[in-house]
């Protein structure tokens, strides 16, 4: 537990992204990649930068799922997390399931005030 005082005003609103992929051979689903961004519509270009690098090796009928779902207009799935609902899009090839989530969080400031948790200030190339 932490002691001290709280500073406010230095929580800074955010979301945690997170691809997790699950095969029998895994004793539990594996975290392949995490990252903290500060929009809605970075969650979902994170989210659709992974699947565009998985999609064309993917076989049918799952490459074609997620090219439709690229494809498609991620206002709708912004819109959601902006409410504060978590997103989740999951697609199975052979035995693999690989699983993007984004949900909103709060970054809390570190011990002394910095650094500043990575991403939550321009760390990703598309904030």
């Known amino acids: 537990m ?3 005082p709280v500073m406010p005003g230095k929580i800074t609103a955010g979301y945690w992204c997170e691809w997790w992929v699950s095969d029998p051979s895994a004793p539990a689903p594996r ?3 995490a990252c903290p961004v500060g929009a809605p ?5 994170w989210a659709r930068a992974g699947l565009g690098v ?6 049918e009928p799952a490459s074609s799922y997620v090219f439709d779902w690229l494809g498609s207009d991620p206002r709708e799935a912004e819109a959601g997390l902006a409410r504060g609902e978590p997103f989740a899009f999951s697609v199975s090839c052979g035995v693999a399931r690989f699983v993007w989530t984004a949900r909103p969080v709060d970054f809390l400031p570190l011990v002394g005030g910095a650094p500043l948790p990575c991403g939550v200030r321009g760390g990703a190339p598309w904030e």
Do not use: F, K, P, V
């Not at 519509?41 to 270009?45: E, M």
């Open 2 to 4: 932490l002691t001290g």
């Open 54 to 59: 998985i999609a064309s090796a993917l076989d």
């Open 41 to 45: 519509s970075n969650a979902l270009r």
């Open 31 to 33: 975290r392949m990649q």
